[in-house]
């Protein structure tokens, strides 16, 4: 079988015993992979299992701390991008690096113009160029639109043809299908398609399994920076991909605390966000959380699960739709308001939203809840600062003093400090929105335990995640989410690929079209 | 393990310089009063009468304006903004101050055959609400309608400095006596009276001061002005209510330019259209050289008032040594890009030190 293989689809790149460390965790791990050129290389694990580290090494973004990479046989290092560019590595990012008040052209050409003399630049080229590789695509864009003027789809196909400017042999696509309509991903498997016959060799990472079952021809599964399974996609089916996504052995989840859970706390009906490509972001959506319970909101990347805690918390003025806590209603329309009723947020990213970097410790820790320590007009310092040291204790965030800004602490403790902020305005209910990205093992494990402790004392939490092993370990009660309505309910407990079929509704609609 | 390796080796490096370090942190943190003494020694030395009583009393009446536009703009710029419009509402409030003095507000419009004429204190507290008025109109501009405050204030800077000319069709008002009938004889005191020896307007600095500096310390208003420099997403978030804290700060900006415009009438008996013109370039540069940060989110209004006092004694010093007024632009232009660079030098000391600690 292997013989065959090699035939029909030769390998391009080749990383033997690939290692990488960053400073606190090991994101790869002895890894050997093969890419194979004329064929689609499927890469797939949850958030954190490495695929967005080994995708950056090949492109050049990231270098290997330990073992080879081959290309064509020969052993090579890339410097960077730009050095793997030369060598014929193009990667598509999942955030696309296009400039919206450029041409389609002059985006193509960015960074390595086509020019006369080196200064003036070639206009008529660079628009046959582009011209004709929108032809290879098979794409009806004009090489002179505004690029802000494209859908998404066709901006991604710019994009991919930027890498094919480049004369990439390799292209790496990181979640290409994620903002795209169904006949848009329809267009983009098309173009994969015809570029496999020509011979380039496809590194294809995504979330959306049925996706990558129908698309990929070679399959590499990535858990805890090691791979954990490779072979060639004939008869591998979700449970299969499921199985070493996850493993047999759990992480360091905490057992569910048995405790009596109370009545409804907070209820959410007919949420709807409209969405600027038309239809809805958030359509329709009911929920409810009762005391003490965790309920886990599970979707893939864009299914509105943000977005919901978003309306919630007041940050989409033209949503619509009802709150309720403890079955009274919810009218107050500010961020402040909300947080006297009983809502506390912590935000997906920390940095942009949940904390002020510059401010120190104390600071960020009070600055929802500064109405406690005020008497008239004073704010006294003294209870504020007693009161933060309660807080770093409580939640055992580790640090040499409060004086200090926040921003010198490591992720998962400055994750403690937003969650110490929010706790301090004492919450009915908790939104968290992955409330474990960009944090260690160790520091997950201890917010994870928090979680269950605050459940304990009848806290209501409704955490929303990508991560289909934590939703399956965490939580009371588990939600999905897609295409901004809720596609599935299931008890503690339910089976992985039931949670994920109900994620990816949308594969029969695209397999139609 | 890495970890500790790299721990072991910042000690290492940094360990045997360590007490070096920290007197050279504590010394850029003070840059702004080591930067005071400094200009204040050398003149003291360098120009004959710069230490008399009589200079000192000038000087500080100089820097009194040019501190109460700057504990403004503080305000406004920990909170991520930048208000260009202070000048011109401190030429306007001058002229508004004025003409209540010379006329009060003639009732003829309404048909009527008097005015109303108005004492000294009715008349402050008329231009004080002009001031706040502008400012609140800056705000609305910046919140409600999302203009960028460049932009927003930059627009109030031409279309004040324009009423301001209106209202007198570009002439001064001249000899702003006051009528002891009305009780507003009494206007000459807040630019040219003294209190315990010191100047009225420095006590308004000095009062406007105090409050201020209690306000960004020692309430949550302030500290929520610093939350929405530092990051107005984060703020929003965590319950600040943002658009109120913006329309608060370039309302009290307003009024300090209020204070500056009835103090430069009272001081001059006359009110120019043209007075204040270029203040608020002044006002941003007190500020920055106290160490306010223009991406918001970092400032005191010590640092502020420090700040002030170094611009003042290098404008005066400089001419009371002859130096020539096109030298002295240079020389305050070199000053402002001196402090930046070494508020960027200080900054990466400082987060050095503490990733240093953090380590241990």
Redesign the interface.
């Known amino acids: 079988m292997s013989d065959a293989s090699d035939e029909a689809h030769p390998i391009g790149l080749k990383i033997r015993n690939g290692s990488k460390?960053y400073?606190?965790t090991q994101a790869l791990k002895d890894v050997d992979f093969d890419l194979r050129m004329g064929a689609v290389n499927v890469l797939v694990g949850e958030n954190g299992a490495g695929k967005s580290t080994l995708m950056k090494v090949i492109a050049g973004v990231e270098q290997l701390n330990g073992g080879t990479i081959e290309l064509d046989g020969v052993e090579v290092t890339f410097a960077d991008k730009s050095d793997a560019a030369k060598h014929g590595v193009g990667i598509v990012f999942q955030e696309l690096n296009l400039f919206p008040n450029l041409t389609v052209a002059e985006n193509i050409f960015v960074g390595h113009e086509k020019t006369r003399g080196g200064i003036h630049i070639d206009r008529r080229a660079q628009r046959a160029a582009a011209a004709a590789l929108m032809k290879r695509l098979e794409q009806d864009i004009d090489p002179n639109a505004p690029l802000g003027n494209l859908r998404i789809g066709q901006q991604q196909i710019v994009e991919i043809a930027k890498a094919l400017a480049e004369n990439a042999r390799i292209l790496i696509l990181d979640e290409p299908t994620s903002a795209l309509s169904a006949t848009e991903v329809e267009v983009l498997f098309r173009v994969i398609n015809d570029l496999k016959k020509q011979g380039v060799g496809i590194v294809y990472i995504s979330h959306r399994l049925e996706e990558l079952i129908r698309i990929g021809d070679y399959i590499t599964v990535l858990r805890d920076g090691a791979i954990t399974g490779s072979r060639s996609m004939q008869g591998v089916d979700i449970p299969w991909i499921v199985a070493n996504m996850i493993g047999s052995a759990s992480k360091d989840f905490p057992k569910t605390v048995g405790h009596d859970m109370g009545g409804e706390v907070f209820r959410v009906e007919n949420i709807c966000l409209p969405s600027p490509a038309g239809g809805y972001a958030v359509d329709h959506m009911s929920l409810s959380v009762r005391e003490g319970e965790i309920v886990g909101l599970y979707g893939l990347m864009g299914a509105g699960r943000s977005e919901l805690l978003e309306c919630i918390?007041a940050?989409h003025p033209n949503s619509s739709g009802q709150l309720f806590i403890s079955g009274k209603p919810l009218k107050e329309r500010?961020?402040?308001g909300r947080?006297?009723r009983g809502l506390a947020?912590i935000?997906e990213d920390r940095k942009?939203?949940?904390?002020?970097?510059?401010?120190t410790i104390r600071?960020n820790l009070t600055?929802?809840s500064?109405?406690d320590f005020?008497r008239g007009?004073?704010?006294s310092?003294k209870a504020e600062a007693t009161k933060a040291a309660e807080f770093v204790k409580r939640m055992a965030i580790k640090?040499?003093?409060l004086e200090?800004?926040v921003s010198?602490?490591s992720g998962g403790n400055q994750q403690k400090v937003v969650i110490g902020?929010a706790l301090m305005?004492r919450p009915k209910i908790l939104l968290m929105d992955e409330p474990s990205r960009g944090i260690d093992i160790g520091a997950k494990a201890e917010i994870f335990r928090t979680m269950r402790k605050l459940a304990a004392d009848g806290l209501g939490i409704l955490f929303v995640t990508s991560d289909l092993e934590e939703v399956l370990a965490l939580s009371d009660r588990i939600l999905v989410m897609a295409n901004g309505r809720l596609t599935g309910q299931f008890p503690a407990g339910a089976s992985a690929a039931d949670v994920v079929s109900a994620a990816t509704p949308n594969l029969n609609k695209v397999e139609l079209s | 393990m890495?970890?500790t390796d790299?721990a072991g080796n910042v000690k290492t490096v940094i360990g045997g310089h360590r007490s070096r370090t920290s007197a050279l942190l504590l010394l850029l943190h003070m840059r702004t009063f080591v930067a005071l003494i400094l200009v204040f020694t050398f003149f003291a030395i360098a120009a004959p009468n710069f230490l008399t009583m009589g200079n000192m009393l000038i000087i500080s009446k100089h820097v009194a304006l040019n501190a109460l536009l700057a504990i403004g703009m503080t305000f406004v710029i920990i909170a991520g903004g930048i208000d260009l419009s202070v000048g011109s509402i401190v030429g306007l409030c001058a002229m508004v101050a004025g003409y209540l003095v010379l006329y009060g507000i003639d009732l003829g419009f309404l048909g009527l055959a008097y005015s109303i004429q108005f004492n000294t204190i009715e008349i402050c507290m008329i231009v004080l609400v002009v001031g706040i008025f502008i400012g609140w109109i800056n705000g609305l501009l910046i919140t409600k309608l999302n203009v960028a405050p460049f932009i927003a204030t930059l627009g109030t800077l031409y279309v004040a400095r324009g009423a301001a000319l209106l209202f007198s069709e570009g002439r001064t008002f001249p000899n702003l006596a006051g009528n002891p009938e009305y009780g507003s004889d009494t206007f000459r005191i807040i630019g040219s009276g003294t209190l315990l020896g010191l100047p009225v307007s420095v006590w308004i600095m000095v009062a406007v001061a105090l409050i201020a500096a209690y306000l960004a310390t020692?309430?949550?208003?302030?500290?929520?002005i610093?939350?929405v420099g530092?990051?107005e997403?984060?703020?929003?978030?965590?319950?600040?209510?943002v658009d109120r804290i913006k329309l608060f700060v370039y309302m009290f900006s307003g009024l300090c330019a209020a204070f500056v415009g009835l103090i430069i009438s009272s001081q001059l008996q006359a009110s120019h259209p043209a007075t204040g013109e270029t203040f608020e370039l002044n006002a941003i540069a007190a500020a920055v050289l106290g160490g306010t940060s223009m991406s918001g989110?970092?400032g005191r209004i010590a640092g502020t008032i420090v700040g002030a006092f170094v611009i003042g004694i290098l404008a005066d010093g400089l001419i009371m040594m002859g130096v020539s007024s096109f030298w002295q632009t240079v020389i305050k232009g070199l000053v402002i890009i001196a402090a930046v660079v070494v508020d960027q030098v200080q900054q990466k000391l400082q987060?050095r030190v503490?990733?240093q600690?953090?380590a241990?």
């Open positions: 460390i400073p606190g918390m940050q500010s961020v402040a947080i006297r947020l935000p942009r939203d949940g904390l002020v970097q510059i401010m600071e600055l929802s500064l109405a005020t007009f004073h704010l310092l640090i040499a003093s200090h800004p010198s602490l902020k305005t | 890495s970890s790299a020692r309430t949550p208003l302030g500290r929520h610093y939350a530092g990051n997403r984060g703020a929003a978030l965590s319950g600040v209510r989110g970092r987060a503490v990733l600690q953090n241990n």
